[in-house]
């Protein structure tokens, strides 16, 4: 499948997480195509790692690298954005893939609940710092990944970190509809504005990675990390969503892609329906003005009528 995409020499992309699993099949399938990818990676030698993988597979070195990026930590946001923007005139494709799930409570630097500040508040700053140099690419794309789990998900807007109340799986659902309110919402305002961004969502459906252990704690571990990981799908077949929003011609902003089979859980891309809260436009600009506070980052562009 991923034979199918198109040329990509010359484009340039930033891959979040692309140290394993989806982020690494994703980075190796581009980079296979022509394409520059950055490897925006937490741990940069497990990213270097990754980098010598993909070249093994017989991509040119000088078409990877690995950069240093921290998404819980806003200031290691905004250090990996300011340098590269001092490092490249543009930006092609942002694909806003990493992501932890369900561990134990614990916060960021500036106090937000890990999964929140990762999954989404990590992403929304990124994008906005990365925004300027988006709309100086060629057929600029964000794909943002979500998850089947975020048709669970609730926001809880008067208890975000879990002090009140923290279930690990719940907050990890509140963060997938963020991520998936979030694409959805920067869709319409960048319609609003005229811009030449295009914003999607994607998802894997249910994929083998490390994100099911790495994580995860006791039952959860258990269930996604072992009993059910021989119904899941390779690495490579779930990054195909994220793939074919990032490079297909035919994707449109606003589109939500995941697998075809059933319930989601597998199979080629199709364009699929999030949930109602996901698609809610009060919900949208809620959580929007709600991120700009809590990031400081501020995109300028206006809310949908």
Known sequence: MTSQIPDQTGRVFVVTGAGSGLGLATARALSLRGGRVILAVRDEAKGRRAADAITAAGVPGELLEVRALDLADLGSVRDFAAQLRSDHPHLDVLINNAGVMAPPRTLSPQGHELQFATNHLGHFALTGLLLGMLAEGDNPRVVTVSSTNHRQGRIFFDDLSGEASYAPMKFYNQSKLANAVFGLELHRRLTAAGSPVRSLLAHPGYAATGLQTSGPRGLVKLLFGRLLIPLAQSAEQGA?????????????????????GMGELRGAPKRVSPSDAAADPATGRR?????????????GLPAAV
Do not use: C, H, M
């Open 287 to 299: 959580l929007w003005g709600l991120s700009e506070e809590l990031t400081g980052v501020r995109y």
């Open 240 to 260: 195909l969503p994220q793939l074919y929003a990032a490079t297909d011609p035919s994707a449109e902003g606003g589109e939500f892609i995941g697998p075809g």
